[in-house]
């Protein structure tokens, strides 16, 4: 069964951190991967996805994330984080599912940058 | 950004009524989905459509409908709302590949 997985409901970092945001996938076909940011009180932004073109996909806002098939992750990274990144990060995966591409989610992390 | 646009964005009802969340496009996609999102359970699909008239069930569909009469329009209803269904439901449009998914800006529920 597929499923995602994120490691860190919450993340903490300093202004100009690096961020790294964990993302683990399972799928029994190749996955077509996303990550979508939430801000409070508003829908869901696709930053970035991965449909098995390029294995490192750049998004918007500087974020960028790296396919890497044996390690079965996805995970997010800006090197310098802002004050206006501070979010909720949602990892998700879509899949054949009947008649429809079935997106899973993670449950979701929230990133805080602090000064 | 998509052209999703969602209404009503905020909406208290009572239990036991019925309401009805629509979702507008314009971009001519062929499916639609309406997901809600909880804490603790990230965000669960409630109905697809995949055209016209062709709408399916997702994973949390028990006391929800859903119509789409037009290719630009689908809409929500909960027949007799219920506490639980308090929630923030999003709709979502596939672009053309079928690949990827992009949300509304989501409709806050509050069922008293």
């Known amino acids: 069964a597929q499923s995602v997985t994120q490691l860190g409901s919450h993340v903490s970092v300093s202004e100009g951190a690096l961020v790294l945001l964990r993302c683990n996938y399972s799928?029994?076909?190749?996955?077509?991967l996303f990550w979508y940011v939430q801000y409070p009180n508003q829908g869901l932004q696709l930053l970035l996805k991965?449909?098995?073109?390029?294995?490192l996909v750049k998004g918007i806002n500087g974020f960028e994330a790296e396919f890497k098939k044996s390690e079965t992750s996805f995970h997010l990274t800006k090197p310098s984080a802002h004050m206006s990144d501070a979010a909720e990060y949602f990892c998700?995966?879509?899949?054949?599912?009947?008649?429809?591409?079935?997106?899973?989610f993670g449950a979701g992390t929230r990133l805080a940058v602090h000064p | 950004d998509a052209g999703i646009t969602q209404s009503p964005r905020h909406k208290v009802t009572e239990t036991g009524t019925p309401v009805t969340l629509r979702c507008h496009q314009t971009?001519?996609?062929?499916?639609m989905y309406w997901y809600r999102q909880d804490p603790g359970h990230g965000l669960r699909l409630i109905h697809y459509?995949?055209?016209?008239?062709?709408?399916d069930k997702g994973e949390v569909s028990d006391g929800y409908s859903v119509s789409r009469s037009k290719t630009e329009d689908f809409l929500l209803t909960l027949e007799s709302a219920t506490s639980s269904q308090t929630s923030v439901y999003f709709c979502?449009?596939?672009?053309?590949?079928?690949?990827?998914?992009?949300f509304g800006e989501g409709s806050w529920l509050t069922v008293v």
């Open positions: 979502a449009i596939s672009d053309p590949s079928g690949n990827t998914i992009y």
């Open positions: 799928s029994s076909v190749p996955p077509y």
């Open positions: 991965y449909t098995s073109a390029a294995t």
């Open positions: 998700a995966v879509s899949v054949p599912y009947g008649g429809y591409n079935k997106l899973i």
């Open positions: 971009e001519n996609h062929r499916y």
């Open positions: 459509s995949y055209g016209v008239k062709d709408t």
